[in-house]
């Protein structure tokens, strides 16, 4: 009776689908050794599966055979899998569950498959998305490496976020990262915050919990583990540069949120260095030996260009930047690549390493020691990190190879340890190795030497170590002149260096001719006007005279506001902000000011000094104001930037789909987040026209005023309105800049289109030349006008109004919201 039953089932699925009975058929061998109950049983849920959702019954007589053998029977899994028939559209979750079951029971026994099933199974009536992407995770990245208690605390805090309908889909794969970084109990702590984070906007709250804000990782190093590198560098420099002779830039590195573990890398110009280190003794091996590859030849251009001719390349290949890629050095190993390139690195570090032991004895015996504090990693990655161990011992004991010992001659190169490292893979017992288990392969201080593309170095005649830069072209063609790097600063950023522009028209480089006025003093935050608005002059170039009072200039605030959209611009622009953040931040004030003749310092001044003894034997009783001090000589710049909001910002760009005003509040939320960074007061003001008496400024942010969040939500909700009466806001823009305490004042004005109105008359030149007056007033007032455009035919008026050097015309859109706060950047840093 039970085998005909089984049959009739079989023949149901059979006649509903080819497939279904062709897979039930297939599956049953696994399940007939326990009895024709067990096997009616089994069928009958199989048939309610497939009946159900066609894919969660095509999983469930697919995943059998595995979940049999792993459950020794059908127990627990079979109930459990009556789960997935309780909801519509759950077929992913139960995909995913018969895709992992069985490993899970193999992995975690019976208790930890059941807490597994139980945890996701509560989240099938809640979020069955939410039970899809949780069984979809690797069951081992969900348990980590407490097992039960890490699942169990991975899974806790997103029980109350449920309540603020966030999903596991965007919580999941953040907390897993935070328990690999920050443990156990970082997680509750990073939930707790997020939370919050959450109530106050929920593209915010998402960002956060997908750890793509700034907020969020600046979180995430707040607690993570070990030596913190930043207020650190300037001493590393310092140490660097004593044992090598090199100074280096010390860039941010690459921080991962995924932790592993960091390395200090160098592409030949600059050393990034990781946020977190272990501890501060692997920090200063790691300079140190990172130092010595660039010291002792690892990059220099000659010795490249060697490496390459040994695989038969006259020249490496470059990327766009210049830099030189190692990938055709490996090539020729195909999938074991990674296994040659360890063993690469081996010979190589014994090679510096010796040179800098020479030079610093005990370096190589500090290593040892470093190396011995830490455990063996686990692995194909233990294997190399032993034989490393094992040659520096030797090299310790004067025992080493005969290959090795020739990487110790003085006149050894990178061609001598790539000659030795192929001799060793020819008959090497190292195993193959991925790349995920590569980085526990290196001693401490270690890192992989060809992971990142390079520019070579060249040596001059008195054998000191130079860039090899010189003659390089900026991005639009022009020979670039060094530029000097501020002093007593951390390191360059790269992206200080922005290329000249390609101007159209005849505007020449930004930048040229910046004046220099006189320090006003006065104070002012722009306050209400009177009564009919501020009155401006405007100059009539038909009768060549000026219409007094005849423009009528009114501050009125923005009303329109969308603080989501602000949050959202600004995780779509997290990199290029963080990117322009660090350029800003090297343009702080760090020069330096000589103060002479005082009575305190921390140098003599020469002169003063013998001053002071001359009159002395000459039997005067002179001041001992005899030193020298110095202080932060300022960059005094103040900025406003003018935006244009007239009606034509609401245009698509060309056939890009993109309308001008999505750019235009992006550019100008990154420009305010920039400015907050390198410390410039700034205001920023949009204006638009309606008649001569009636010019509308509207104040996002005024000097004085924080730029806060009702300013970022005020520029995220800019529209545009009106016409483009330009002359009479630079007049007013320019009266609200002499109120500032600044010895430069930079008036940036920011359109899309020539100056007009709606009673111009028809005549494009009438507010063409007003504005021209309106630059030259503010240029004798001491403010510098400087016009960024947009309108392809910018380069026909836009000599005539600003002068050559004073504007740039923008030929994409897109480019604006990263090309205003470089734009900035350049400016401010002509003088």
């Not at 766009?320 to 690469?344: K, S």
């Not at 026909?796 to 090309?819: A, E, T, W």
């Amino acid at each position: 009776m039970t085998e005909a039953a089984a049959e009739e089932i079989l023949e149901h699925l059979a006649a509903v689908s080819f497939v279904a009975g062709r897979d039930a058929r297939a599956a049953l061998p696994a399940v007939e050794g326990l009895g024709s109950a067990a096997v009616l049983r089994y069928l009958e849920r199989g048939r309610e599966l497939f009946f159900y959702d066609r894919e969660a019954g095509k999983a469930f007589f697919h995943a059998t055979a595995d979940l049999v053998q792993a459950f020794g029977g059908l127990d627990p899994w079979l109930e459990q899998a009556a789960v997935f028939t309780r909801q519509r559209g759950t077929f992913r979750a139960a995909v995913a569950f018969f895709a992992q079951a069985a490993a899970v029971r193999r992995d975690y026994g019976l208790r930890g498959e059941q807490s597994w099933y139980e945890q996701g199974a509560r989240w099938i009536d809640r979020h069955v998305d939410s039970a899809a992407a949780y069984f979809r995770v690797p069951a081992a990245q969900l348990f980590g490496s407490a097992g039960v208690e890490g699942l169990d605390t991975l899974l806790q805090p997103a029980e109350e976020l449920a309540k603020g309908r966030l999903g596991l889909g965007t919580y999941l794969d953040g907390a897993i990262k935070v328990r690999a970084i920050c443990g156990l109990d970082g997680v509750a702590e990073w939930a707790r915050r997020g939370r919050d984070v959450l109530a106050a906007g929920r593209i915010r709250g998402e960002a956060w919990f997908r750890l793509e804000s700034d907020e969020a990782r600046a979180f995430l190093l707040e607690v993570l583990p070990g030596f913190r590198t930043g207020p650190h560098k300037r001493l590393f420099a310092l140490l660097l540069q004593a044992w090598t002779g090199l100074q280096m830039p010390l860039e941010d590195g690459d921080w991962s949120v995924e932790g592993g573990r960091s390395f200090l890398e160098t592409d030949g110009r600059s050393l990034f260095v990781p946020a977190v280190m272990p501890d501060r003794e692997e920090a200063l091996l790691a300079f140190y030996h990172t130092g010595a590859h660039l010291a002792y030849g690892s990059y220099d251009q000659d010795a490249i260009h060697a490496l390459f001719r040994e695989i038969g390349m006259e020249h490496p290949p470059v990327d766009p930047d210049q830099r030189i890629t190692w990938r055709p050095l490996f090539a020729q190993f195909g999938d074991d690549l990674l296994r040659f390139q360890l063993i690469f690195d081996l010979c190589e570090d014994l090679r510096v390493d010796a040179a800098l032991d020479r030079e610093m004895p005990g370096y190589i015996e500090r290593l040892r020691r470093a190396t011995a504090a830490r455990p063996t990693p686990a692995g194909a990655a233990g294997a190399y990190w032993r034989a490393a161990a094992e040659i520096y011992a030797d090299y310790a004991a004067g025992r080493l190879a005969e290959d090795l010992r020739t990487l110790l001659e003085p006149g050894s190169g990178i061609v001598d340890a790539f000659r030795v490292a192929l001799a060793r893979y020819a008959h090497t017992d190292l195993p193959p190795i991925t790349l995920a288990e590569r980085a526990a392969a290196f001693l401490p201080g270690h890192s992989p030497n060809a992971a990142r593309p390079v520019y070579p170095r060249r040596r001059v005649a008195s054998e000191a170590v130079e860039m090899d830069a010189g003659g390089a072209l900026g991005a639009a063609g022009h020979k670039e002149k060094p530029r000097e790097a501020p002093q007593q600063a951390e390191g360059n950023d790269p992206d200080l260096e922005i290329p000249p522009e390609d101007i159209q028209g005849t505007g020449g480089r930004v930048g040229v001719g910046i004046p220099m006025p006189a320090k006003v003093s006065g104070s002012g935050r722009g306050v209400q006007g009177p009564k009919g608005g501020w009155p401006y002059r405007e100059w009539d170039y038909r009768q060549e005279r000026y219409k007094e009072d005849w423009a009528r200039v009114h501050e009125r605030s923005l009303r329109e506001r969308d603080e989501a959209r602000a949050v959202e611009i600004a995780a779509s622009y997290d990199g290029t902000l963080r990117r322009l953040k660090r350029a800003l931040q090297a343009q702080k004030p760090t020069r330096m000011a000589s103060l002479r003749r005082q009575f305190e310092g921390e140098e003599p001044d020469l002169e003063a000094a013998v001053q002071y003894v001359v009159e002395r034997r000459a039997g005067r009783s002179p001041k001992a104001n005899i030193y020298l001090q110095r202080r932060p000589q300022q960059r005094d710049t103040a900025v406003l930037l003018l935006a244009d909001l007239s009606t034509s910002i609401m245009a698509e760009a060309g056939d890009s789909g993109v309308r001008v005003v999505d750019r235009l509040r992006a550019a100008m939320l990154l420009f305010g987040e920039a400015l907050l960074e390198v410390g410039d007061p700034f205001a920023i003001y949009g204006f638009a026209s309606k008649y001569h008496q009636e010019v509308i400024l509207y104040p996002v942010k005024r000097f004085g005023e924080r730029f806060d969040s009702r300013a970022r939500a005020t520029l995220a909700g800019l529209s545009g309105r009106l016409a483009t009466r330009m002359g009479a806001a630079i007049r007013h823009a320019t009266r609200q800049m002499l109120h500032t305490q600044a010895q430069r004042r930079l008036l940036l004005i920011l359109s899309d289109g020539r100056p007009a109105d709606y009673d111009d008359g028809g005549d494009a030149r009438y507010l063409q030349e007003d504005t021209r007056m309106a630059v030259k007033e503010a240029r004798d007032a001491g403010v510098h006008a400087f016009c960024i455009s947009l309108d392809p035919r910018g380069g026909d008026y836009l000599p005539l109004v600003f002068g050559n050097g004073h504007y740039l015309v923008l030929p994409h859109v897109d480019s604006l919201p990263q090309r205003l706060p470089e734009i900035y950047l350049r400016l401010r840093g002509s003088h």
